[in-house]
């Protein structure tokens, strides 16, 4: 069955410091790929997606991920973070056949002042 | 433009009682999924809905859960008599068209139950 792990889920950054969050999943096929971002109180909001093409994505507010096939890999990365990012970030995959999202368990990022 | 509605944003239910969450898509969308998110857990796929239709629910525990999208109105997911273990954020998406794989899904706030 198709997974998503996300490795870190608690990440503490002072601002300025450059972000990476893993995301792994597991499934042999065609996949589409996600980062959503979860401010306190919000609901989930789209960063950027993967579908084809340029594996290098860039989404909103400054971030962007990489798709590495051969490591099943989409780790979300922003070089420089900001105190407004302190969020929830979860990574979710879909077989590129169906709808349904498979998602992680999500990233709790906490960016100090 | 109104993004995904959802309410209530908490819910506290006693064991036994009845929980209705309600989703209201965004204008114009016509395809609604819900996903719950257990403690510690990353979200999962329960249901797929168009309007009047149940697309896909295999992701709904078999017994005391049920979804309905009407004509008019918003979606509702029903739990029966809830137990500690439907204590869960669920979460609502809706998308615009054919509900495709490339369709991207916009997801509501949630509705985070507590079952006492």
């Known amino acids: 069955a198709q997974s998503v792990s996300q490795h870190n889920h608690h990440v503490i950054l002072s601002e300025a410091a450059s972000l990476e969050l893993g995301c792994n999943y597991s499934?042999?096929?065609?996949?589409?790929l996600f980062w959503y971002v979860q401010y306190p109180g919000q609901h989930l909001q789209l960063l950027l997606k993967?579908?084809?093409?340029?594996?290098l994505v860039k989404g909103i507010k400054g971030f962007e991920a990489e798709f590495i096939k051969s490591k099943f890999s989409f780790n979300l990365r922003k070089p420089s973070v900001q105190w407004s990012d302190t969020a929830e970030y979860f990574c979710?995959?879909?077989?590129?056949?169906?709808?349904?999202?498979?998602f992680g368990t999500g990233t709790r990022l906490k960016v100090l002042a | 433009n109104a993004g995904v509605m959802q309410n209530p944003r908490h819910l506290v239910r006693r064991r036994g009682q009845e929980a209705r969450l309600r989703c209201s898509p965004m204008k114009g969308h016509s395809h609604v999924y819900w996903y719950r998110q257990l403690p510690e857990e990353g979200l999962k796929f329960m249901v797929y809905l168009q309007k009047e239709n149940i697309i896909d629910e295999s992701g709904m525990p078999k017994e005391r859960f049920s979804a309905e999208f009407p004509k008019e109105g918003p979606s509702i997911l029903r739990i029966q008599q809830v137990v500690r273990g439907d204590s869960a954020a669920y979460f609502c998406?809706?998308?615009?068209?054919?509900?495709?794989?490339?369709?991207?899904?916009?997801f509501g706030p949630g509705t985070r139950l507590l079952v006492l």
């Open positions: 499934y042999g096929g065609t996949v589409n």
């Open positions: 998406a809706s998308s615009p068209s054919s509900g495709g794989a490339r369709e991207t899904q916009y």
């Open positions: 993967y579908f084809s093409g340029d594996p």
């Open positions: 979710a995959v879909n077989d590129a056949g169906t709808y349904k999202y498979i």
